[in-house]
């Protein structure tokens, strides 16, 4: 059970939260922060019923993470791989080119939007009610990021073709059972909070509709309540229930097409957005609907999170970074002990060794890993190494990910760089040699 926050931090949270419920001005809103496996603390505000965190509320594209647990559950059961063109799954579409991975990452060039009625506020029907055309292929594939909910209505179809049985069956079995998010629906199951238009200038509200929208369910029909969405959190966070594989929601988190070294920025990955806010990596999801606004994320290094959900079309300023960083602040996360531990190399491999005049150096990582990089201080390129079956390491992140790396004794071979243990060492295979009258004024 998590451990609830001391009394001051619990009064942060809640003035953060009513500032952005009055300053918002959202019919209701819940929020909460989560660690060490669930709710620490949570606040409703406005017109909110007790126990606020069993009020469903509408999640909006959080939905598309879902989707995207049930698409990579496939994957990782060999019944397709993120390389298949979506023709081999859902055959007769005008993006039948594009790739499952590409789908999932926004960057198939989807068009944004289904065609017909604005889906997310008229009911919806089949994918073949849709009559897709040429015209919803708005870019050419892996070209740029482009938010795409016909993507996900299309991954949705994909999950039903493949498991015979509709997309929210799936999700229901396979997804939210296993992880007890047993209030999570695809339609609205009281308490519920009824969705609001809060007019610009005005302080009055208009209801907004609610309905099922077919084939782009996938994309963010799911409602749930604050505690389920709180134990998603904690799926986020690592404990995945047997739904996931540690190692597949790991690289959910990578973001597509971003450097992640550089500061501020935001990215999508496997159906998670990633962001870098105040130099800290947030995965998880926001979610609109008309009528509601839905977010969750977490920090995975912090092993922290936040969720809020509001019944109102739009106008909150982004709340859950703050809950965050109120909570690193007030109450920071206490660090197991350093240990030592057995390098995974000999010590006479790790030390620094030189691409071209360039000194770099190689060390060793908890868990049995590698990093090599510049010398600190420096700037340069830097990846983490993990070791293969067949004696060699492969790059996990930064410029050398996925490429290989060799250790000899005089030298280090990474994807065609020599590394070598004297800047241009002659004894060494440099490609081009080296200058047989060696260094001179």
């Known amino acids: 059970m998590p451990v609830a926050v001391l009394p001051s931090t619990a009064r942060l949270l809640l003035a953060r939260t009513a500032r952005a419920q009055r300053d918002g001005r959202a019919p209701s809103l819940v929020a909460g922060v989560v660690r060490e496996g669930g709710l620490a603390w949570s606040a409703g505000r406005g017109d909110v019923p007790e126990p606020h965190a069993d009020v469903q509320y509408r999640l909006g594209s959080i939905s598309k993470t879902v989707t995207a647990v049930a698409v990579l559950r496939l994957r990782d059961e060999g019944r397709l791989h993120l390389d298949d063109p979506l023709d ?172 992640p070294s550089v500061p501020g920025w935001s990215a999508y990955g496997l159906g998670l957005q990633v962001l870098r806010v105040d130099g800290r990596t947030l995965v998880g999801h926001g979610g609109s609907m008309p009528g509601f606004l839905a977010g969750v994320f977490v920090d995975r290094d912090e092993r922290t999170g936040a969720v809020s959900l509001a019944n109102t079309t739009s106008g909150l300023d982004p709340l859950l970074p703050g809950l965050l960083a109120d909570l690193r602040a007030a109450e920071p996360l206490v660090v197991e002990p350093w240990t030592p531990s057995p390098p995974p190399v000999p010590l006479e491999c790790l030390g620094v060794w030189f691409w071209g005049p360039a000194p770099h150096v190689l060390r060793a990582l908890p868990g049995g890993l590698l990093h090599l990089g510049p010398l600190p201080g420096r700037a340069g390129r830097a990846s983490r190494f993990t070791p293969r079956d067949d004696g060699t390491w492969v790059g996990l992140d930064g410029y050398s990910a996925g490429e290989p790396l060799r250790i000899a004794d005089d030298h280090l071979d990474l994807g065609t760089f020599v590394f070598t243990r004297t800047p241009y060492d002659p004894e060494a295979p440099v490609p081009g040699g080296v200058d047989e009258r060696g260094w001179r004024p």
Do not use: I, K
């Not at 506020?121 to 708005?138: I, M």
């Open 88 to 259: 081999r799954h859902v055959p007769g579409t005008p993006l039948g080119d594009r790739t499952v991975g590409q789908l999932l990452a926004h960057v198939a060039g989807a068009a944004a939007e289904s065609p017909g009625g604005w889906w997310e506020r008229t009911p919806g029907g089949s994918l073949a009610d849709l009559a897709l055309s040429e015209e919803h292929v708005v870019l050419g594939a892996a070209r740029r990021f482009h938010y795409s909910n016909l993507g996900f209505g299309l991954l949705g179809e994909l999950v039903a073709r493949l498991r015979g049985r509709p997309w929210a069956d799936v999700v229901r079995t396979e997804v939210l059972a296993p992880l007890g998010m047993t209030r999570t629906t695809p339609r609205p199951v009281a308490p519920a909070a009824e969705g609001r238009a809060v007019h610009p200038w005005a302080d009055v509200v208009l209801p907004e509709p609610e309905h099922d929208a077919g084939v782009m369910a996938a994309a963010g029909q799911l409602w749930a309540t604050l505690a389920d969405l709180a134990r998603f959190a904690v799926f986020l966070l690592g404990d995945t229930g047997g739904v996931l594989a540690p190692a597949t929601l790991a690289e959910m988190t990578v973001p597509a097409g971003v450097d």
